[in-house]
């Protein structure tokens, strides 16, 4: 992907973010009057100086103290507008960077399985919280204050040429090499700042996968190892951090000089034209202020630059998230529903193939009529488990078709998908919660008290009830961070229950039972059971005992499905199932 200029970066910001530019007229207007507030201040020092300090008649005290007075008025009253813009612009930001997060989230759940394979997860955390994050001080603050910094400086320098263009243009002169460093350093500080988003992303990657696998890490001992590698993430981060500080640094180091030489210019041509007559003393006192209030803005948005393109870096990966394409997209209202009561499976010509690797799946052909069950066999990847994700679109397959219902899934909304067609995987995941809060994922638009009746029902109809009971809060047990309070056979119970809520035509199925111990290895069967009684079902089968109940048998081996048929047929024709049979017998044995 090309990398988006700041102009079309802007753009697209704006657009994913309108709440950005809403009201910002207005914003500017206020902003615009608070700088001509603060601008009036060296004209009204220049009449005191000239009409006041130094009147033909002496110093005249009135004089002085009124337009004093003057002055601390309009000072307060730019002071209120300035605060005006800063409000309305954190307002305008907030609204802003929560539509942003809002849309990285809900993209990072649109994007395929395979996509998602791509990067760690938590360098998608990093973008939706991190990136966004940094753009936060320039949004609500720092971005108000170059607003305002930026008019002022644009209107002070329009009261400079109102005094003396000569002087104005030895005050530009003045800055001609600051602006020569900017455009040399900004590139390599906008650089630098990438540098260290990545390596903020990829330490956040680590740091959820050594978290996440804490309990590998102590069991195998490598604490230190694991410990050594964040320090270099950490040490690589502080060393990017430096760099680009120090390239900031140079920018408001060539500010203090052109603000220096400009002072110094004013004076020197101030004081030659005072001399001639052409200025009055006052105007070349008032002309001094004037250079430091066009500079001091000037020094405050170089300043803020870094930051800005720090802020600039983060803006870019999450837009770029936002528009990541999405390969299993959502045809929405001009879908096709899979039709109600309909679960017969047709798989035509399927080919996949994974981003960069070789392809998993070489043709498969495969008809599976409703209610019936499907058990797929077969050595460690021979193809079962990419074959199941295709059937519940988690990817797209390259090449082919899949139709549940005569439908092809790709013409399924996914609101349509997620109701007629489930998923139990072979670990099942629970979140943060209770049992009951877990099986509303199921029935998300259930009240408390129908979730609880028909939850109650579930584990009834499934033989669960009795497990249930033994839990000393029953529905309300609480489960833990993903499930953890619970032991796996429960966490696969819950996982079924909520399959069964669902209420699906067609079930896909990674049989779970070879970790658990043998009574709730029990449980699970009988559950299961329950739960494809008169469903469509696809199995993924890891003991032949569950291909045996299956009404057909189809094994995989090295991505092609080369043996289709019932239990007993297999087993006479001498293939490949009846081997792996002979050795599974001869093992139980």
Do not use: C
């Amino acid at each position: 992907m090309t990398e988006m200029t700041f102009p079309q970066l802007f753009r697209r910001g704006l657009e994913l973010s309108p709440e950005f530019r809403r009201g910002l007229g207005v914003t500017l207007a206020l902003a615009a009057v608070a700088a001509a507030g603060r601008a009036a201040v060296p004209f009204l020092t220049q009449r005191i100086t000239d009409f006041g300090l130094l009147a033909p008649d002496g110093v005249d005290v009135r004089f002085v103290v009124e337009h004093a007075l003057m002055g601390s008025v309009v000072l307060v009253l730019a002071a209120i507008v300035a605060w005006r813009v800063r409000a309305r612009m954190v307002t305008a930001a907030e609204a802003g960077l929560a539509t942003l997060r809002i849309r990285a989230f809900g993209k990072v759940h649109e994007l395929s399985v395979l996509t998602q394979n791509e990067e760690q997860r938590g360098r998608y955390v990093s973008r939706v919280t991190g990136d966004v994050e940094t753009m936060r001080d320039l949004m609500q603050w720092t971005g108000a204050a170059m607003v305002i910094s930026a008019l002022e400086s644009a209107v002070v320098f329009s009261v400079m040429l109102a005094y003396s263009w000569q002087l104005s243009l030895l005050v530009l002169l003045a800055f001609v090499p600051m602006v020569g460093s900017l455009l040399w350093i900004q590139p390599r500080v906008r650089k630098a700042f990438q540098g260290v988003r990545q390596r903020m992303a990829d330490l956040l990657g680590r740091t959820s996968e050594q978290i996440v696998g804490v309990s590998t890490i102590r069991s195998y001992g490598v604490q230190e190892r694991m410990r050594s590698r964040l320090r270099a993430d950490i040490d690589g981060i502080l060393a990017a951090e430096k760099k680009a500080s120090v390239l900031a640094s140079l920018n408001f180091s060539s500010t203090v000089v052109g603000q220096s030489l400009a002072t110094g210019l004013a004076l020197i041509g101030g004081t030659y034209l005072a001399l001639d007559g052409r200025v009055s003393v006052g105007t070349v006192v008032a002309f001094a202020f004037l250079v430091h209030m066009f500079s001091g803005p000037l020094m405050w948005i170089i300043e803020m630059l870094a930051e800005m393109q720090r802020a600039i870096v983060g803006w870019r990966r999450v837009v770029e998230l936002v528009d990541q394409e999405v390969t299993v997209a959502d045809p929405a209202a001009s879908g096709t529903p899979i039709p109600h009561g309909r679960g017969d499976l047709a798989v035509s010509g399927v080919r996949l193939t994974y981003p960069g690797g070789p392809e998993v799946l070489k043709g498969i052909d495969l008809d599976l009529p409703a209610g019936r069950r499907l058990a797929l066999v077969g050595q460690t990847g021979s193809g079962k488990t990419s074959l199941a994700r295709l059937l519940s679109r988690f990817f797209d397959p390259t090449d082919g078709t899949v139709r549940v219902g005569g439908v092809d899934l790709r013409e399924v909304p996914m609101s349509s998908l997620r109701r007629s067609v489930a998923v139990v995987p072979q670990e099942g995941f629970l979140f943060d919660g209770t049992i009951v809060s877990n099986l509303s994922y199921a029935l998300p638009d259930s009240s408390p008290e129908d979730l609880r009746a028909r939850a109650g029902a579930a584990f009834e109809s499934l033989g669960l009830d009795g497990w249930i009971d033994t839990l000393p809060e029953g529905l309300d047990t609480p489960v833990g961070p993903r499930g953890e309070l619970l032991s796996a056979g429960e966490r696969q119970l819950v996982s079924i229950a909520r399959a069964y809520l669902r209420d699906p035509d067609l079930l896909i199925l990674d049989e779970a039972t070879s970790a658990v111990d043998p009574a709730t290895e029990v449980r699970i069967s009988r559950a299961l059971e329950s739960l494809m009684q008169g469903r469509t079902a696809v199995v993924i089968a890891h003991r032949l005992s569950t291909a045996e109940r299956a009404d057909v048998i189809g094994v995989m081996e090295q991505g092609e499905l080369v043996e289709v048929g019932p239990h007993r047929e297999l087993v006479e024709a001498g293939g490949i199932y009846a081997r792996l049979h002979e050795a599974w017998v001869a093992q139980t044995r």
